[in-house]
Every structure is written in structure tokens, then in C-alpha cells.
């Protein structure tokens, strides 16, 4: 009685010289070996490229930050209307992460003021909580609105995020990460021709 398996009986026994095994017989098997390996080789290649793009996203907006020389810092542009304000509106500063953003420093609103970290906005606010385009101040109907850009953090009226465009009332508070302003309301008086 043969101990040898089907396999050794067919192509090899013990004690004898080793049969010509045919090509095709392990071929398929030496196929799929190495297509499988070219996958976990592919695939470990795009797990390390999705991690880089995670971490370059993630470290990029410290690096515009950083980029931003300190002199381009301190151009806020605080007051676009130097002059006697128009009917209308202001934000003041009543609390500041941001060094550059005093307490009490004063931005006159237009027809729309952009708030965020980005350069291009007309209030740069360096708070590492604010995104580069985080908030939108504007003007619709006669009235302020307040509206969040889409911002990670959020933006916050009142201590309550906000969900959708809203409506300034005199007294609020607007707080975009670290800093807080209070919007203010004003008209100007009609004098009687008395």
C-alpha cells in the first residue's frame, strides 16, 4: 500500500527521479500569485498617497497663515469709510484671539463685508478656528444679514451656530472662532424744521 498522496503519485514518488511537470499546470497559479501581489502593492501605494493628501490639506492652511508676512497681517482694512460713517452698521471688537484685532477697533459695514482668515477677505481675522472664507456680512432690504460661508467651526449669533442666512438686530453678537464683535445699528436722526 502507496502513503503517497494523489499528487505525488501522479508527478513524483519517493525514490524516483523527478517527472517533467507540465507548464500549464502551474502556471495559472504563479498568475494570480503575482497578480495578487501587483494589487496589495497598488494598493498599498494609493493608501500612502491618500494619506499625504489628508496631511497636506490639513497642514495647508497653517502654512498660508505663516506665509503671510507680518506687515500684510495689520492691513485689515478696518474702516473702508474713513469719513463720516453712512446709515448703516458696525461690527466692534469685544473679545480677540487675534493680536491684530483690538478690542474695541471698529469696521464699518457696507453693502457686504467678507470675514475669514483668507487674504482677499475685507476682514482678515488670523484665528486658527476661522476658515479661509467663514463668514459673510450683507445688506437686503434695508437689512443686515449674517451668513456662514460653509466655515468647519461654524459661525455663532447669539452663542447659537448658525444654520442659514439671518437677519443683525442692534446688540448682537457675532463670534467667528476666538473673536467676538458686537453689531451695532444706527440712522441718522431727522432734525424737526421747528
Not at 460653509?150 to 446688540?171: H, I, M, Q
Amino acid at each position: 500500500m502507496s502513503t503517497a498522496s494523489g499528487w505525488e503519485q501522479r508527478f513524483w514518488s519517493p525514490g524516483t527521479p523527478l517527472k517533467w511537470v507540465p507548464p500549464c499546470v502551474f502556471s495559472r497559479w504563479n498568475e494570480v500569485g503575482l497578480i495578487l501581489t501587483v494589487l496589495r502593492y497598488l494598493f498599498l501605494a494609493l493608501l500612502y498617497v491618500f494619506l499625504i493628501l489628508v496631511v497636506r490639506l490639513m497642514f495647508s492652511g497653517l502654512k498660508q497663515e505663516q506665509a503671510i508676512p507680518h506687515r500684510d497681517r495689520q492691513r485689515l482694512r478696518p474702516v473702508r469709510d474713513l469719513q463720516a460713517p453712512r446709515p448703516g452698521g458696525k461690527l466692534v471688537v469685544l473679545t480677540s484671539s487675534d493680536p491684530h484685532l483690538e478690542k474695541g477697533a471698529t469696521f464699518y459695514l457696507g453693502e457686504k463685508l467678507t470675514l475669514g482668515r483668507g487674504e482677499k477677505n475685507d476682514l482678515v481675522i488670523m484665528d486658527p478656528f476661522s476658515s479661509q472664507e467663514h463668514a459673510l456680512v450683507y445688506m437686503r432690504n434695508d437689512q443686515y444679514w449674517v451668513q456662514d460661508l460653509g466655515s468647519l467651526n461654524g459661525t455663532y449669533l447669539n452663542e447659537v451656530r448658525l444654520e442659514r442666512p439671518t437677519v443683525l438686530a442692534d446688540g448682537d453678537r457675532l463670534r467667528i472662532g476666538g473673536v467676538t464683535f458686537q453689531f451695532v445699528r444706527w440712522a441718522y436722526e431727522m432734525e424737526s424744521g421747528q
